[in-house]
C-alpha cells in the first residue's frame, strides 16, 4: 500500500455474517489497513488475511450516498458491489470459469465517522441475488480506528 500525504494508518475490524440455506456462518478479520480522504469520499484499503496468508485486496470507497466495496482474490475472483441503502444494483462476479451476473439488494446501511481520532463504524446488511434465486443474506459490521 501506498501512504499519500492524507493517508492514515489504521487497524480494521471486520465481521461478515452469511446465511445461505438453512446453514450460518461467520467470519472475523483485524487487519491493517489504510484510511485517505479524497474530496468527500473515504476510500479504506486492507488486505484479507486467511490463515496467516494475504489472500485478497479490499477497497471499500465512501461516499454520500452509497458504499463500493471492490475485492479481489489470488485465486481470480473479482467482485465490485454497491450498497444504496433500500436499493439494488446489479454487478458482475468475475470467476475463474467466467462472471456471474448477481444482483446486491441493500436491506440497510449504517456509516459513522469521527475525525479526531479517526475512526469509523460501517454496517451493511444485504442479499445477493442470481436472477431471481436468492443466494444468501449477508451482514458486514466494520469498525475502523487509527
Same mark, same amino acid.
Given at each position: 500500500?501506498?501512504?499519500?500525504?492524507?493517508s492514515e494508518s489504521v487497524v480494521v475490524d471486520l465481521t461478515t455474517y452469511i +446465511?445461505?440455506?438453512?446453514? @450460518?456462518?461467520?467470519?472475523?478479520?483485524?487487519e491493517l489497513g489504510t484510511l485517505v480522504n479524497v474530496g468527500?469520499?473515504?476510500y479504506l484499503r486492507f488486505k484479507e488475511t486467511q490463515k496467516e496468508e494475504k489472500v485478497a485486496s479490499v477497497t471499500i470507497k465512501i461516499s454520500d450516498?452509497?458504499?463500493?466495496?471492490?475485492?479481489?482474490? +489470488?485465486?481470480?475472483?473479482? @467482485?465490485?458491489?454497491?450498497?444504496a441503502d433500500k436499493e439494488q444494483h446489479d454487478t458482475i462476479y468475475q470467476t475463474p470459469y467466467g462472471p456471474i451476473k448477481l444482483a446486491v439488494n441493500t436491506?440497510?446501511?449504517l456509516y459513522n465517522y469521527q475525525e479526531s481520532p479517526q475512526a469509523g463504524d460501517l454496517d451493511i446488511k444485504y442479499?445477493?441475488?442470481?436472477?431471481?434465486?436468492?443466494i444468501g443474506e449477508y451482514k458486514m459490521e466494520l469498525h475502523f480506528s487509527a
Open positions: 500500500m501506498n501512504l499519500t500525504d492524507n +446465511k445461505q440455506d438453512d446453514e @450460518s456462518e461467520k467470519f472475523t478479520f483485524r468527500d469520499k473515504t450516498d452509497h458504499v463500493q466495496l471492490t475485492r479481489q482474490d +489470488k485465486m481470480g475472483h473479482h @467482485s465490485r458491489l454497491i450498497f436491506k440497510d446501511l442479499e445477493l441475488m442470481s436472477g431471481n434465486m436468492m
